[in-house]
Nanobody
């Protein structure tokens, strides 16, 4: 199973980035899909999650700025990030979760750096 993130990079404060997560060897349609991030010296935190039914949840700090979406037909998950702030700087990880069987898959992460 592979989750491969892409789309990270360096952007100025107020800019936008779109992260993508491509899944292979699983069908993401049966998984809750999420984006997490980890900044240097901090714990990994949940940024956004989208359930199999399409319900979305966001951490308060990104509400109104980030949008998570999924394309089950193509096994893709996206995180549209607008109005980026320096505090959004972190490594962003894609996650696939199948709660009933306690299964979690992780990508390798993609760096997002926001300069002031």
């Amino acid at each position: 199973v592979q989750l491969v993130e892409s789309g990270g990079g360096m952007v100025q404060s107020g800019g936008s980035l779109r992260l993508s997560c491509a899944a292979s060897e699983i069908t993401i349609g049966i998984y809750a899909m999420g984006w997490y991030r980890q900044a240097p010296g901090k714990q990994r935190e949940l940024v956004a999650v989208i359930t199999t039914g399409g319900t979305t949840t966001y951490v308060d700090s990104v509400k109104g700025r980030f949008t998570i979406s999924r394309d089950n037909a193509n096994n893709l998950v996206y995180l549209q990030m607008n109005s980026l702030k320096p505090e959004d700087t972190a490594v962003y990880y894609c996650n696939a979760n199948f709660r009933r069987l306690a299964i979690d898959y992780w990508g390798q992460g993609t760096q997002v750096t926001v300069s002031s």
